[in-house]
């Protein structure tokens, strides 16, 4: 559904967990190389061309579990003013006058026994993760009344690859006989993978089963069950670039309006990743594919206005 006049298009919650080179928690979370850039693809479609408003301003990138919910912190303490973990701000936000919430984190990841995902966040000791079925729970209709009825797009960008199953995180694809090959000269950088292998401990059990998607969202994950995801070093993951570069097509199409259906354009992107191949100079991992795919339990259409289009047409 796309705002009414008296509403914003939507609040942003931004998480970015690109890692440290060479800092204190570089050994337990490595350096994810390329990762900035999406968070900068993100903030460019969602804040810039659809009109939504950034809630976490004052910390984006580099979260440790204390930064997500301050009661990971062994003292336990409240959060310091002016200073809300991620868990305080998203309770106490007004989300009366925005019509949808999208998240989006980007991070290291993997799926558990139970086929769940974990995220791993940065630390200075041992592994940490939340497990997706927390992050999912903070936009719930318990945890936040004022979301009741509103669309929540959370947006993962996270290996799925579990430990039981090693022969299925990389897709080599399938050969054909016609079509046309993707050209990966524009891709300067290598394709990485930076996957988390999960502690074996009693958070395991909490990991979301890929079907519980409560109503009102949509989970969109950069990548299929048991897989890796796929990032580019000089342009960022797959997904984010391949979203931006969907939405670039949609706004610079002279035969389409302002409204855009992100159901459709989610589509156009899983095509135009499945397109891509990697390159690295691993020839254990040159030459993979990837797909993304989405779960929602939607009751409406979620359509967006494409600013810069609107301006265009202003102007023709």
């Given at each position: 559904m796309m705002a009414s006049a008296r509403q914003k298009p939507g609040a942003a919650f931004f998480v970015?967990?690109?890692?440290?080179?060479?800092?204190p928690s570089s050994n337990i979370f490595r350096y994810r190389d390329g990762a900035g850039y999406d968070q900068d693809n993100m903030h460019y479609?969602?804040?810039?061309?659809?009109?939504?408003?950034l809630i976490n301003t004052q910390k984006t990138k580099d979260f440790y579990r204390s930064d997500w919910d301050h009661t990971y912190n062994p003292t336990k303490r409240e959060c310091p003013k002016g200073a809300m973990c991620m868990m305080c701000l998203i309770k106490q936000t007004d989300y009366s006058s925005y019509e949808n919430i999208v998240v989006h984190i980007s991070s290291e990841g993997c799926c558990g026994d139970s086929g769940g995902i974990a995220i791993q966040f940065l630390s200075d000791s041992v592994t940490e993760y939340i497990p997706l079925a927390k992050i999912v729970e903070a936009f719930s209709d318990t945890s936040c009344p004022g979301l009741k009825g509103k669309t929540r797009i959370l947006i993962i960008q996270a290996c799925r690859h579990s430990i039981l199953k090693p022969?299925?995180?990389?897709?080599?694809?399938?050969?054909?006989?016609?079509?046309?090959?993707?050209?990966?000269?524009?891709?300067?950088?290598n394709t990485h993978n930076n996957p988390l292998v999960i502690p074996d401990d009693e958070e395991q059990h909490e990991l979301l089963p890929p079907h519980e998607v409560p109503e009102d969202?949509?989970?969109v994950f950069s990548t299929t069950t048991n897989r890796y995801a796929?990032?580019?070093?000089?342009t960022?993951?797959?997904?984010?670039?391949?979203?931006?570069?969907?939405?670039d097509a949609f706004r610079q199409d002279p035969t389409k309006g302002p409204d855009m259906d992100f159901l459709t354009i989610l589509t156009e992107t899983s095509d135009r990743v499945a397109k891509k191949e990697s390159r690295s100079q691993n020839p254990n991992e040159d030459g993979?594919?990837?797909?993304?795919?989405?779960?929602?339990?939607?009751?409406?259409?979620?359509?967006?206005?494409?600013l810069q289009?609107?301006?265009?047409?202003?102007?023709?």
């Open positions: 970015l967990n690109c890692g440290v080179q060479d800092g479609l969602f804040i810039t061309q659809f009109g939504f408003e022969e299925e995180a990389n897709d080599d694809g399938v050969p054909f006989l016609y079509g046309n090959k993707y050209d990966a000269s524009e891709d300067a950088g969202f949509l989970i796929k990032r580019n070093t000089k960022g993951s797959w997904f984010e670039t391949e979203l931006r570069n969907a939405v993979k594919k990837n797909v993304p795919c989405f779960e929602h339990r939607l009751t409406k259409q979620i359509i967006f206005r494409c289009r609107m301006q265009l047409l202003n102007c023709s």
